[in-house]
């Protein structure tokens, strides 16, 4: 298999892959190498297609698509801690779109590399609202594409459609995205803790942040901490997809994350439980959708739904244990099979790279590095580590003694008088509340 590339430089990295024309035929098979490799360690994967492959001859003829509902992005907060809220616009075509992310308004500023645009975009999420033409039923694969069509990737999340005829905009069909500089997609996971693919088709970068899936429970409780609030509304209120927090307070709080950016023509691909969020440059379009492996199985069995809302995705996951885990069916239905997840272990279709080829998970080094070849694994050593965080909000500064364990490997909440500091402020003038449409909006 083709050599890979592991980007960033802390925890679990993103690696990107560079399949070849024959490599790049089977979907799934190269899912399953890509784990192999322990790519989905860190949540998230970049794949860069063959470079004679295009899923479209040409976007020229695409002025005139209708984007029905796209959203403005009011975002309010302050000192990294922000929550989104989505006004629905009238419908406008494709063109209307870029025309308006051309404006001198909302057009991306000047900046010499991604750290700089990075910090403009933190600095000024809560300055003129952007539009984003989200969740748009379609693709613009052209029908003779069978690499990697987003409309047809043949994984076992088409057991839902083949077994019940039911069909889920968005997971199990293509969604179209219409971004522009400052539109963006808040902290969240997949539906159902399912994988997603991303491709971007044309225009300006997409930038994502992740968190390693095995780091997850604990960006929920930071998550939980500040926004107290929301938490007591609903167990899994980073489902409703408005919450943003900055790298900084990722940092701050020892949160793993790495980052990576989408350049048009790549591939983005999510992992089971991997939270993520991220923003676009500048007017560009993506398409997505979610699927699946055998191992996604065990996390769509253990997902946390949204509670308070009745148009949330809920997939059964009774024909899956019954078609791929039937020696646990039983198990199961009387509501004992409660096994923890491995988030290190790849899904049982990388076995016969695993063994065949005898490939095991790569060495993590500290700097970014080009593998060769397979290597063998190191076993990591685990510290327990105890700081000490000074917290400053508003005129107060208060010192607490903080250990990680206690914060981030209990299964307490972080203590709620530690909150956002603009937590009071977070409302929206009184002239647009009326118009605020709370639903999940804006998957990428």
Same mark, same amino acid.
């Given at each position: 298999m083709t050599t890979d590339t592991a980007a960033q430089t802390v925890g679990s990295r993103i690696m990107t892959f560079n399949p070849s024309k024959e490599e790049f035929k089977d979907f799934s098979r190269y899912i399953a190498y890509m784990e192999s490799q322990g790519a989905h360690k860190a949540g998230m994967a970049k794949v860069i297609p063959p470079k004679d492959w295009k899923p479209r001859r040409t976007y020229d *003829? #695409? *002025?005139d698509l209708v984007i029905p509902a796209p959203i403005q992005q009011v975002v309010t907060g302050q000192s990294g801690l922000f929550t989104q809220y989505n006004i629905q616009k009238k419908p406008m075509t494709v063109r209307e779109f870029r025309k308006t992310s051309n404006m001198d308004k909302f057009c991306n500023p000047r900046y010499v590399d991604f750290e700089e645009l990075e910090r403009k975009f933190w600095k000024n999420l809560t300055f003129n609202p952007p539009l984003y033409?989200? %969740?748009?039923s379609g693709t613009l694969y *052209? +029908? %003779?594409v069978t690499e990697w069509n987003i409309g047809r990737l043949n994984t076992i999340l088409d057991t839902v459609e083949n077994e019940s005829g039911i069909k889920i905009k968005g997971v199990n069909t293509p969604y179209l995205y219409f971004g522009m500089w400052k539109s963006t997609f808040a902290w969240h996971t997949e539906d159902m803790d399912l994988y997603s693919i991303n491709y971007l088709h044309f225009g300006e970068p997409k930038s994502w942040y992740v968190v390693p899936p095995e780091h997850g429970k604990r960006l929920e409780r930071l998550a939980k901490g500040f926004f107290p609030g929301n938490a007591q509304s609903c167990e899994a209120f980073l489902r409703h997809k408005m919450t943003l927090i900055s790298p900084s307070i990722l940092k701050k709080y020892g949160i793993p994350f790495e980052k990576v950016t989408q350049e048009a023509g790549q =591939? #983005?691909?999510t992992f089971p439980f991997g939270y993520h969020a991220g923003f676009n440059h500048g007017f560009?379009?993506?398409e997505s959708t979610n699927f699946a492996t055998q191992r996604w199985i065990d996390y769509g069995k253990q997902a946390t739904l949204c509670s308070c809302r009745q148009d949330m995705v809920k997939i059964s996951m009774d024909v899956f244990v019954?078609? =791929?885990q039937p020696d646990r069916y039983k198990l199961w239905k009387a509501g004992k099979d409660n096994t923890p997840i491995d988030h290190s272990k790849p899904t049982p279709e990388a076995a016969e790279f695993l063994k065949e080829e005898k490939v095991e998970p790569m060495e993590e080094s500290p700097n970014e590095a080009v593998v060769q070849q +397979?290597?063998?694994s190191v076993e990591e050593e685990k510290r327990s580590v105890l700081t000490f965080t000074v917290l400053t909000f508003g005129k107060q500064t208060k010192k607490k003694l903080h250990s990680f364990y206690q914060l981030f490997h209990s299964e307490? +909440? #972080?203590?709620t008088s530690v909150r956002d500091p603009g937590e009071k402020k977070l409302t929206l003038p009184s002239v647009i509340k009326t118009q605020v449409m709370m639903g999940p909006v804006g998957k990428k």
């Amino acid at each position: 298999m083709t050599t890979d590339t592991a980007a960033q430089t802390v925890g679990s990295r993103i690696m990107t892959f560079n399949p070849s024309k024959e490599e790049f035929k089977d979907f799934s098979r190269y899912i399953a190498y890509m784990e192999s490799q322990g790519a989905h360690k860190a949540g998230m994967a970049k794949v860069i297609p063959p470079k004679d492959w295009k899923p479209r001859r040409t976007y020229d *003829d #695409i *002025d005139d698509l209708v984007i029905p509902a796209p959203i403005q992005q009011v975002v309010t907060g302050q000192s990294g801690l922000f929550t989104q809220y989505n006004i629905q616009k009238k419908p406008m075509t494709v063109r209307e779109f870029r025309k308006t992310s051309n404006m001198d308004k909302f057009c991306n500023p000047r900046y010499v590399d991604f750290e700089e645009l990075e910090r403009k975009f933190w600095k000024n999420l809560t300055f003129n609202p952007p539009l984003y033409g989200a %969740d748009v039923s379609g693709t613009l694969y *052209d +029908p %003779d594409v069978t690499e990697w069509n987003i409309g047809r990737l043949n994984t076992i999340l088409d057991t839902v459609e083949n077994e019940s005829g039911i069909k889920i905009k968005g997971v199990n069909t293509p969604y179209l995205y219409f971004g522009m500089w400052k539109s963006t997609f808040a902290w969240h996971t997949e539906d159902m803790d399912l994988y997603s693919i991303n491709y971007l088709h044309f225009g300006e970068p997409k930038s994502w942040y992740v968190v390693p899936p095995e780091h997850g429970k604990r960006l929920e409780r930071l998550a939980k901490g500040f926004f107290p609030g929301n938490a007591q509304s609903c167990e899994a209120f980073l489902r409703h997809k408005m919450t943003l927090i900055s790298p900084s307070i990722l940092k701050k709080y020892g949160i793993p994350f790495e980052k990576v950016t989408q350049e048009a023509g790549q =591939f #983005i691909v999510t992992f089971p439980f991997g939270y993520h969020a991220g923003f676009n440059h500048g007017f560009n379009c993506a398409e997505s959708t979610n699927f699946a492996t055998q191992r996604w199985i065990d996390y769509g069995k253990q997902a946390t739904l949204c509670s308070c809302r009745q148009d949330m995705v809920k997939i059964s996951m009774d024909v899956f244990v019954r078609k =791929f885990q039937p020696d646990r069916y039983k198990l199961w239905k009387a509501g004992k099979d409660n096994t923890p997840i491995d988030h290190s272990k790849p899904t049982p279709e990388a076995a016969e790279f695993l063994k065949e080829e005898k490939v095991e998970p790569m060495e993590e080094s500290p700097n970014e590095a080009v593998v060769q070849q +397979p290597t063998n694994s190191v076993e990591e050593e685990k510290r327990s580590v105890l700081t000490f965080t000074v917290l400053t909000f508003g005129k107060q500064t208060k010192k607490k003694l903080h250990s990680f364990y206690q914060l981030f490997h209990s299964e307490q +909440p #972080i203590d709620t008088s530690v909150r956002d500091p603009g937590e009071k402020k977070l409302t929206l003038p009184s002239v647009i509340k009326t118009q605020v449409m709370m639903g999940p909006v804006g998957k990428k």
